[in-house]
Each structure stands twice: as structure tokens, then as C-alpha cells.
């Protein structure tokens, strides 16, 4: 079963507690913006637009700050996605999924391939290796950048 908002809400407060850090009203707000779209992949100027919405007084360097201090309490996870900006996903327990990465505009989808974890238990088997955990990006161009390259293609 998904967590609640509420019960990450929960969960994340306690866990910064749990580390001395003070539950500050921006970390609160920080944290509320990120929790509002839990399957959502932000980087740092695009969390920044919607905290201001909530919190004008939240600097970017203040959100900068903050995304480290979620990334090392495992609230967030830094995706490594080589685009030109980091991007960033709540952990979410049980959610495993991996990522598809477009070149032109940078989109990013999720997807789930029960595959790729039977393809895991072999690779197990076969090289008697314990494997604890597997990141898998693809890269290519997604449906409307595809469209976009077949139109400019044609001349316009
Ligand atoms: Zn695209
Ligand atoms: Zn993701
Ligand atoms: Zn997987």
C-alpha cells in the first residue's frame, strides 16, 4: 500500500527530528511542496517557483540547502539522469520503477517492468551474485519531440 500524504508528511517530520534538524517553517514548506506531487521529478529552480507560491521568503539558495540536507535524510533522491540539471524524486517506499529520459526536452517517465526484475533473479542465479538494488535509465526521444524531428524533417 502507497503511504498518505499525511503519513509522509509524518514519517519525514520525524525523521529530521530524529537528526537534531529543526522542523524551520521553509524546511516545513519545502517539504509540503515536494510531498504534494509524490511521483513528481523537480530540479532545484522548478521546486523554487512553487515553494515561492507558498513561501516568497524561500531563497533558491535556501532550496539548494534544503535539497541536500533531504538528499543525506533519504526524504528525496538525486536522480543522475546527465541532463543539464539535477532532478530529484520523493523515496517513496515500494515505489521501484525505472526511467525513460528524452534528449530534446528533458521529460522523464516512469515506468514498471516486472521483465527487468525476473531478468535480476537470473543474473542472481547465474553469477551467484547477492543483488541489492539496480538503476535503469533509457534514453531516446519521447512522443512529441519524435513527432517534432519527423515534421522538421519533411521540410516543415
Ligand atoms: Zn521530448
Ligand atoms: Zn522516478
Ligand atoms: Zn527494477
Not at 14 to 34: G, S, Y
Not at 56 to 61: C, I, K, Q, R, T
Not at 64 to 83: A, G, K, N, Q, V
Not at 115 to 139: A, G, R, S, W
Amino acid at each position: 500500500m502507497e503511504e498518505s500524504r499525511e503519513e509522509l508528511r509524518e514519517k519525514f517530520h520525524r525523521r529530521l527530528a530524529a537528526h537534531d534538524c529543526k522542523l524551520t517553517r521553509q524546511r516545513k514548506d519545502i517539504l509540503e511542496v515536494i510531498i504534494s506531487e509524490p511521483h513528481s521529478h523537480f530540479n532545484a529552480e522548478e521546486l523554487y517557483e512553487k515553494v515561492q507560491q507558498m513561501n516568497p521568503e524561500v531563497g533558491l539558495a535556501t532550496i539548494y540547502r534544503t535539497l541536500d540536507l533531504f538528499c543525506d535524510l533519504e526524504i528525496i533522491h538525486r536522480l543522475d539522469f546527465d541532463t543539464s540539471y539535477k532532478s530529484y524524486e520523493l523515496n517513496v517506499e515500494d515505489q521501484h520503477h525505472h526511467h525513460l529520459i528524452c534528449l530534446q526536452c528533458g521529460t522523464i517517465t516512469e515506468f514498471k517492468d516486472s521483465v527487468l526484475e525476473k531478468f535480476e533473479q537470473d543474473l542472481e542465479k547465474t553469477h551467484n551474485f547477492d543483488i541489492v538494488d539496480h538503476h535503469i535509465k533509457f534514453y531516446g526521444y519521447c512522443e512529441e519531440c519524435s513527432s517534432n524531428k519527423g515534421e522538421s524533417k519533411n521540410g516543415k
